[in-house]
Structures are given as structure tokens and as C-alpha cells.
């Protein structure tokens, strides 16, 4: 079934591009387990997303993958989070987040539960 297209602000582009060049650890390990379709499916980084450029995103899925850093420790920051994870959510998109650490210190847990999330949709 092919996936539904999702409206996004094209002045992101650049930005998004900018990101993908200078990723964090946790970016970039994350996009080294879940590239070239290692689970099967087909990931994008850096994807821009309605106003918001999201770190990874399979269409496939519907599944969007947020790696927080330190600075989303913040209430301000957790508040703007979670808007934008609704908003995403008003087009059937499931956000997983984790964080930079969790990904740098234990990428296996991180990828048994981006696993489950596909097995629990079916897939």
C-alpha cells in the first residue's frame, strides 16, 4: 500500500540538509543500524515533516524516530515536543523518542524497540 504524502515547508530543505551533515553521535549511530533497509523497510534522515524537520522517518511505517538531546530536559522544551509529536500524530504517525545517551550507551534496546514497533503494526 503506498504511503500517503505528507505537507512540508520547503524553506526546510536547506536546513534539513545542513543536519544531515552535521549529525549527532546518536544520529549517526542510529542511521548506521536502520539504513539501506536493515529492517526492512526504508528510512529517511533529517526528513522535513509539516513545519518541522524530524531525525528519521520510514513513510512504510508511518514512524517517525526523534533522538533528543540534552537540551530537551528543559519543560519548555518537552511542552514543544509534545505539540509537535501531536500534530505529527493527526497524520497516523507513531514518534518514538530517545535519547542521545540511550542510543550512545544502548543501541540494542533501542533497536529491539523500534522492532517491536514494526511487529506491532503488523509488519
Not at 56 to 71: A, H, P
Request: glycine content about 6%.
Amino acid at each position: 500500500m503506498p504511503h500517503k504524502i505528507i505537507p512540508y515547508n520547503p524553506k526546510l530543505k536547506e536546513l534539513a540538509r545542513r543536519l544531515r551533515n552535521d549529525s549527532t553521535l546518536g544520529e549517526v549511530l542510529l542511521w548506521n543500524e536502520i539504513k539501506g533497509k536493515k529492517f526492512g523497510f526504508d528510512f529517511h534522515r533529517q526528513k522535513p515533516l509539516l513545519n518541522y524537520i524530524v531525525d528519521f522517518y520510514c513513510g512504510e511505517l508511518n514512524l517517525v524516530i526523534e533522538i533528543d538531546g540534552q537540551y530537551h530536559s528543559h519543560e519548555e522544551k518537552f511542552e514543544a515536543d509534545t505539540i509537535r509529536d501531536q500534530e505529527l500524530g493527526k497524520y497516523n504517525l507513531t514518534v518514538l523518542r530517545f535519547t542521545e545517551k540511550e542510543v550512545k550507551t544502548d543501541i540494542n534496546n533501542v533497536l529491539r524497540t523500534v522492532e517491536q514497533q514494526i511487529v506491532e503494526q503488523g509488519h
